[in-house]
């Protein structure tokens, strides 16, 4: 499975953006898929995951509420609409798919095979 990750970008405090993972090959419809960040000197962090079939999703303490994750199985896609962004989301944002069935184990890195190549998402005044 191929990841390409889009729609990073320069955005104010308080302000939304929306970022899209697009898959190639593999079965797409057979994996758990997650976001991930990482800023500058930290480790990379969980902040987002959606099951196979969209029925059930995870998010990070830090952004529930506020980012929102989706999936078109059909168009191969997951998304994460980020809104009331704040500075400290700012980070490389990363997809990523796994075969985990466990939704809990879906927060975890280890848990994925696949990963894109990272979408940068600045939030600044």
């Known amino acids: 499975v191929q990841l390409q990750a889009s729609g990073g970008g320069l955005v104010q405090p308080g302000g939304s953006l929306s970022l899209s993972c697009t898959a190639s090959g593999g079965s797409f419809s057979n994996y758990g898929m997650g976001w991930f960040r990482q800023a500058p000197g930290k480790e990379r962090e969980f902040v987002a995951a959606?099951?196979?079939?969209?029925?059930?999703?995870y998010y990070a303490d830090s952004v529930k509420g506020r980012f929102t994750i989706s999936r078109s199985n059909l168009k191969r896609t997951v998304s994460l609409q980020m809104n009331s962004l704040k500075p400290e989301d700012t980070a490389v944002y990363y997809c990523?798919?796994?075969?985990?069935?466990?939704?809990?184990?879906?927060?975890?890195?280890?848990?994925?095979?696949?990963w894109g190549q990272g979408t940068q998402v600045t939030v600044s005044s």
């Open positions: 959606i099951r196979r079939t969209s029925a059930a999703t």
């Open positions: 990523a798919a796994s075969s985990r069935l466990i939704l809990s184990s879906l927060r975890l890195n280890n848990a994925y095979a696949y």
